[in-house]
């Protein structure tokens, strides 16, 4: 018996099974996952780790508990999803903490959360005064959100009535010294405009450019390399070689 | 056909591997008898006869037969199954060696059984 062949030919199993299954589960931010989601995922990599390297298992039964565990998580989700009432039970409900600038010292309790859990995380947000806090909730992904007194909070345009312009996401024009003649077609833009505006900067080719973008209100952003692709790559300039 | 492409890679290409892993963990019980001059079942029921009508020479020269297949048949056997179930009949190989060697009927049998119950669950 190879050992290190079966190992890899289970590795290649469990890697791309726990690539399919992730993408059938979607995307979920690491900060915003609940602490089940938490357990879940430990033990759905736990189980692909042993389907891996246990060779005193049979794969087959190790691979039936990653996709029971990853059946069960959807259907989790799916439930979820299509139920609120569910969706409060399994993920719970986020917590007030601070009320109309009380702290809920009994929520506190509840949550098993002490007074330094909540100042650090007050200071996390740049909040070091409690005075300035109207409502804090935990949420149930462990986060706090706060909402600030109207007094301290900023001041936005609106408030002082001034008018904005629209901005949007800018587009990728060039990245890694590539020109992306979709994105240039997307913005109805051609590359002698590109080459223009360039060489109004004083690039010659835009093989100059680690990334260029062009923002909404039609400005290009230009990041040249601070290295020659050569010198990258190994090869140092006479001068530099002098020095 | 930008579609079809991406209906390929999100939904197609995603089941034919899973279906090609799952053939592949499962293919021990099918499989294990595959490229093999004659099923191991054979050489043992030929052994067990051999052994009971006392032709110790005729035994150990099938044994040496069942030895090469078993060789064979571990390299696809491995991938699916347990290791210490190869090692079990890779064991049981040996002590029946051993027992037919001396020319020692009750213990060649025993090891023979354990033989067949092991090739029995393997790929189970």
Known sequence: MNEAAVVFARGIIAFFTLLIFTRILGKQQVSELTFFDYIHGITIGSIAATLTTDLSSRAWPQWVGLATWTVAVWLLQWITLHSRGFAKYINGEPVILIKNGQIMEKNLKKMRFTIDDLLTQLRHQQIFDLKEVEFALLETDGKLSVLKKTQYAAVTPDDLKIPTKYRGISTELIYDGTVIDANLRRVKLDRSWLDHQLKAQGINSPREVALALLNTEGELYVSRYQQTRQQRAGFQSPKANNE | ?124
């Open chain 2, 1 to 124: 056909m930008k579609k079809i492409g991406r209906f390929f890679l999100t939904k197609a290409l995603p089941c034919i591997i899973l279906t090609f892993f799952i053939l592949f963990m499962n293919s021990g019980n099918y499989l294990k008898n595959y490229g093999l001059a004659e099923p191991v079942p054979l050489y043992l029921q030929r052994l067990q006869q051999m052994i009971a009508r006392g032709e110790w020479q005729e035994a150990a020269a099938n044994l040496n037969q069942l030895e090469v297949a078993w060789r064979q048949a571990v390299r696809i056997l491995q991938f699916s199954e347990e290791r210490d179930e190869i090692n079990n009949f890779q064991h049981s190989l040996a002590r029946l060696k051993g027992y037919v060697a001396a020319e020692e009927t009750g213990g060649a049998l025993a090891a023979l059984h354990e033989l067949e119950e092991t090739w029995a669950d393997l790929g189970k």
